[in-house]
């Protein structure tokens, strides 16, 4: 260190520092480049985050919860400027972790690896700047914005399907306990005179997400033992299931009583903000009831934690050393640019026929194609596919439908038929992975038994990763990661056959029609699948003509 007389000035490490006063301003600004550098270089999961948040209902409180954790660091910025102690080099640590998931996450299109990753970048910074001291008291702000960022669309499906059912239960028997006559099939209650569908929007996931993440709040604002805090925030969960049954339920009721008119009136008044304040209002009753349990009043326990004052082992800028937040910076920038490069890079695609091209005959089967209804066309957002029934003179039936996405990642990929099966009021009686002998090659694919009322069918489904056929999808994305890495692509299908099972037949029959088909169908799939092959040029996408409803 060289002293510069008044002015205060000393030597530290490769640069030039001044003062104390200035050196605080110096460290601010490198915070904020920080933090800038990052949320370019994060920029695209980012943006997908605002997306959701805008199309998806159950995700819209996003814009709160991060006004929410400013706010609170707002509130605390004394205690924090006051809590600024030596920076750890963890901080770094934590960023070069962070950039690995954000590249990972790029790659294999599961962006939530990105937005998780961002928030560590927060918490790196602020090691590097303050060290634990600081994190400690900015350490909630900073995990509240995990509530913001999304589930992963094929876990959100799953889950929006569970939810659904669980809420179609729910629904059903609140009406049974008026005594009133219910059937419940998959999502669909039938009360006679009327069907009520329990859609995705009727799963509950819109109070669900932003009801736990009100009740994380409450449970850090409620100042009692860390066994009330956790029963706080976890019963955010069956709050939120059970006022969602309860409007289901409620709507049934009214459909009785008054008509169906009725019902789509109090359908849409019963839903968004009415249930949400409901089940905030049932959150506020339970720590009302544990603040009276506890002898205290309600507003003795309602409060921001205090955060205590750690004096820092290194007090005065002289001793503070920035090299930790200065690494960080160069570590964000070096990352920013990795990310544009390999994200950057034009991906390699399979020369493939285009499914306009699939013969309609196949040896005995002829078949009639069709489309899908525009607004399922757009939610799978797929690129190429073929949806026919195909028949033969007996009178046997198959449905082929292959979806194709030439790049998955920007989060479009093949759907699970065991998501939108239920949904159409179909329940899955059997599920098992079998083998094909596929002339001789011996082919993994999933078998799936499905029933509604009296109807019965059989269903065979698999997904063509580049050459590969996978059957379960968290696998189909481990493979999707290292494709993207090793052979730049990310191509792949969904190939679905449904066959019926007639009342006077067996499953066994079901087997042989399907397998039947797919020896004539496969050896022609082939060119419009994606191979394993070296990738070529692109290829366009067509649809064929003709509405056609399966589920």
Known sequence: MRNG?????????????????ATINRKFLLTMGAILVAIVGFGGPLLNLITRWNRQEEYSHGYLIVAVAICLLWLRRDVLRKNVGQPSWFGPILILLALCMHVVGKLSSILVLSQVGFVIVV???????????????????????????????????????????????????????????????????????????????CSGLRYLYPLLSLSFLAAYLFRAPFWQQTLIFLSGIPIAIG??????????????????????????????????????????AEMYLLALASRRSFPEVINLPKAPIIS????????????????????????????????????????????VEFPAQ????????????????????????????????????????????????????PHSPIV???????????????????????????????????????VYYWFDERGRVVTNEYLAKIYLLADAILMNRTDGALVRLVTPIHTNETENDGDL???????????????????????????????????????
């Open 362 to 413: 196949l040896g005995q089967w002829e078949g009639r194609p069709a489309v899908l209804d525009e607004q399922t066309e757009k939610g799978l957002g797929l690129d190429d596919y073929i949806l026919s029934d195909y028949s033969r003179a007996t009178g046997d039936a198959v449905n082929l439908y292959v979806a194709y996405y030439a790049s998955q990642r920007q989060s479009e990929s």
């Open 123 to 201: 918490i790196g910074v602020t090691l590097g700047l303050g060290g634990y001291a600081l994190l400690r008291t900015a350490i909630f702000p900073i995990a509240f914005l995990l509530f913001a960022i999304p589930l992963p669309y094929f876990i959100d499906a799953k889950l929006t399907l569970q939810l659904q059912l669980i809420s179609s239960e729910l629904g059903v028997a609140f009406i049974r306990l008026f005594g009133l006559p219910v059937y419940l099939d998959g999502n669909i209650i039938d009360l006679g005179n009327y069907k009520l569908q329990v859609v995705e929007a």
């Open 513 to 551: 029609r399907l397998q039947s088909f797919m020896k004539v169908a496969l050896p022609r799939l082939a060119e419009f699948l994606p191979a394993h092959s070296a990738p070529s040029a692109n290829s366009a996408s067509l649809q064929p003509s003709n509405q056609h409803s399966w589920w």
């Open 420 to 458: 939108c099966i239920p949904g159409g009021g179909w329940i899955i009686s059997k599920i098992q992975q079998i083998s094909y002998d596929n002339f001789g090659q011996i082919q993994p694919l999933n078998r799936v038994v499905i029933q509604k009322g009296s109807a019965k069918q059989l």
């Open 5 to 21: 007389g008044a002015t205060g000035h000393f030597w530290r490490g490769f640069e030039y520092w001044p003062s104390e006063a």
């Open 243 to 284: 006022m969602n049954g309860l409007r289901i339920g409620l709507v049934g009721i009214l459909v009785d009583r008054y008509g169906t008119e009725m019902a789509e009136g109090m359908l849409h008044f019963f839903e968004g903000w009415v249930i949400f304040i409901a089940c905030s209002a049932l959150l506020l």
């Open 312 to 355: 820092p082992k290194f007090s005065g800028a002289s001793s503070i050393n920035p090299s930790p937040l200065v690494t960080c910076l160069l570590l964000l920038c070096a990352g920013a640019l990795l990310v544009f490069t390999v994200s950057g890079r034009e991906e390699s695609t399979q020369q493939r026929s285009r499914f």
